[in-house]
């Protein structure tokens, strides 16, 4: 049987812990024998898990006998470890131990170094955090999970069934998985990704920056059809030197400045309106339905229609 090891730490977030805990115990093979044996393991006794106390019934010991270890997210994003802690999931990972981590998770994994070189994820708001605190990992902010064979990461939450119905249908198959999703009320494969949650915002930008002025009328005239010109002029500056500030004072171009605020505005518009998908791409000032529906898509991962449905 596939012995799954859930890897407690201080202040671990309840529902990442629970996540792993009930999709493994509650799989079933086809003949009904279950599919996992799970274990809940800490460097402790017991464990703070914020709201409660956990009695943890195995130590570090037990994960050189697992399969997979499941690392929850904790509160602590810095990703601390104990020396135990780091030395027994160095240990795993130079067995071959499959290592997977939920929401920020990810961050414990980079603590303990297994996710340079690699792709990883972890809950959007915390991805430029772990980019910039961790920059040998290729941060994707807009999946729901990586899987690297041996080590995976997965996005914020919900993201995390996603991710072990990922490892049940790695190991026994889609009906198995299916089984599985059924019990958890879930769809086997989400459409989009974590994309699609996450609130457009626009680059920060300095309070009394040059570019204020500018920014604030690009907002009041998201729906002209503008182009880089029409902002250089009104800006009072050449292309070049626009497209310099820009870069300086957001970390973006003019007109990526102003695809995003358009997206942001279309998405206020899907989840509060019944207006066509047709109005709103000409409200928000794209030229015409097909370029709005690539955009968006391009920028949340899923049709106008499929983020209605979800925030709507």
């Known amino acids: 049987m ?12 309840p529902f990442d812990l629970s996540t792993p805990l ?3 115990a509650r799989s079933r093979l086809p003949d ?29 010991d037990a994960l050189r006998e697992a399969d997979t270890i499941v690392v929850p997210g904790t509160t602590d994003e810095s990703g601390t470890l104990s020396p135990a802690v780091r030395k027994a999931l160095e240990q795993a990972a130079a067995d071959g131990t499959r290592i997977a981590s939920i929401c920020v998770g990810t961050f414990i994994l980079a603590a303990a170094g297994l ?6 994820t972890t809950h959007w708001i915390g991805a430029a955090h772990l980019a ?28 995390g069934l996603d991710l072990c119905l990922h490892m049940i249908r790695r190991d026994y198959g889609s009906a198995v998985a299916a089984d599985a999703a059924r019990l958890s009320v879930m769809p086997l494969e989400r459409e989009g990704g974590q994309a699609q949650f996450i609130v457009q915002q626009h680059p920060p930008t300095p309070r009394g920056a040059t570019l204020e002025p500018l920014l604030a009328w690009l907002q009041d005239n998201i729906a002209r059809d503008l182009t880089l010109a029409d902002i250089a002029t009104r800006a009072g500056l050449s292309t070049r030197t626009l497209l310099r500030h820009f870069s300086e004072q957001t970390g973006s171009t003019p007109l990526q400045w102003l695809h995003r605020a358009r997206v942001r ?13 047709e109005r709103i791409g000409a409200q928000v000032g794209f030229g015409s339905a097909t370029t709005f529906r690539d955009r968006f898509k391009r920028t949340t991962g899923v049709s106008p229609h499929t983020y209605r449905r979800t925030f709507r």
């Open 2 to 13: 596939h012995t799954v090891a859930v890897l407690a730490l201080d202040q671990v977030i």
């Open 22 to 24: 009930e999709v493994f």
């Open 32 to 60: 009904g024998r279950a599919g996992y044996r799970v274990r809940v393991c800490a460097e402790q006794p017991e464990v703070d898990a914020g709201a409660f106390t956990l009695r943890a019934p195995w130590g570090l």
């Open 115 to 120: 996710l340079d070189g690699l792709r990883a």
């Open 132 to 159: 910039a605190a961790y920059p040998d990992i290729d941060v994707d902010p807009d999946v729901l999970y990586v899987d690297n064979g041996q080590i995976l990461t997965s996005a914020g939450g919900a993201a």
């Open 265 to 277: 505005q279309a998405q206020h518009l899907l989840e509060s309106t019944d207006h066509s998908v």
